[in-house]
């Protein structure tokens, strides 16, 4: 599922791209396009949340631009779909709709009428689109391989989705028969933005002299500015990011 983009979110990403890609092209060399995809896992969950875990897949592009052999900077963007599991999802989003009116209805229709049975499964899933700004610093080409470290700072938009798988199933004792139907259900979205820094290991292993390998392990931080964005409902503070890249050389 693609998270939805606000409008804020375009503005953000066309007005970082726009300014990145003018500034640097008037003063400096493209050197490379990185397409990557990368696994995220959790390092520190926000508290009081009964969260255990948020993992899953992303993928993006980068741009770079050479300053000189040892150090590079650009802009970079992401898309990730992670999956959270939490205890008591349905309890800590406060889906006003289940607790105040749907969670009692399923009960009191199973109180009476015992042929009804049904089982539900949340499932709850993070949608992240990130966008950083950063300077990366070199080794000189050791052979075939240069190793390197990446700062960046950058803002997170997030649209955190809750749905509630329901199966059921109603026994017909005068015919011995079940009747089965299943459906999702879907809670209110949360959605908002954070910021937060990065900072990253990795290295480039030569193909040729248009392709490069790229694999590396980022570590993320999430840093709360006062007065801007929407930190109550996102549910990482910080995770690790290992990814590995085709960088196309100009």
Avoid: C
Avoid at 69 to 78: H, P
Avoid at 117 to 141: G, M
Avoid at 183 to 211: C, E, M, P, Q
């Amino acid at each position: 599922m693609l998270m939805k983009i606000s409008m804020k979110a375009l503005f953000t990403i066309f007005f970082l791209t726009t300014i990145t890609v003018a500034a640097f092209s008037q003063s400096q060399r493209l050197e490379a396009v990185t397409v990557y995809s990368s696994y995220h896992h959790h390092l520190k969950l926000a508290s009081g949340a009964q969260l255990n875990a948020v993992d899953g897949f992303g993928a993006g592009l980068s741009l770079s631009f050479r300053i000189n052999k040892f150090i590079a900077i650009g802009l970079e963007g992401g898309y990730s779909d992670l999956k959270i599991d939490q205890d008591d999802a349905v309890k800590n989003w406060d889906w006003g709709f289940w607790n105040r009116f749907y969670g009692n209805y399923v009960k009191d229709l199973q109180q009476r009428d015992p042929n009804y049975v049904a089982t539900f499964t949340p499932n709850q899933r993070l949608y992240l689109i990130s966008i950083h700004l950063f300077i990366e610093t070199r080794i000189p080409r050791l052979s075939f391989f240069t190793p390197y470290l990446n700062f960046a700072g950058g803002v997170y938009f997030y649209e955190r989705n809750l749905s509630m798988r329901e199966e059921w199933k109603k026994y017909f004792p005068q015919i011995d028969y079940t009747f089965q139907y299943e459906f999702d259900n879907f809670a209110n979205v949360r959605k908002g933005n954070v910021f937060g820094l990065r900072i990253g290991i990795g290295g480039t292993f030569s193909l040729s002299k248009y392709f490069e390998i790229d694999m590396n392990a980022k570590y993320h931080h999430i840093s709360r500015l006062k007065d801007y964005g929407n930190y109550e409902h996102f549910p990482l503070k910080s995770w690790i990011e290992v990814g590995i890249g085709l960088k196309f050389l100009y």
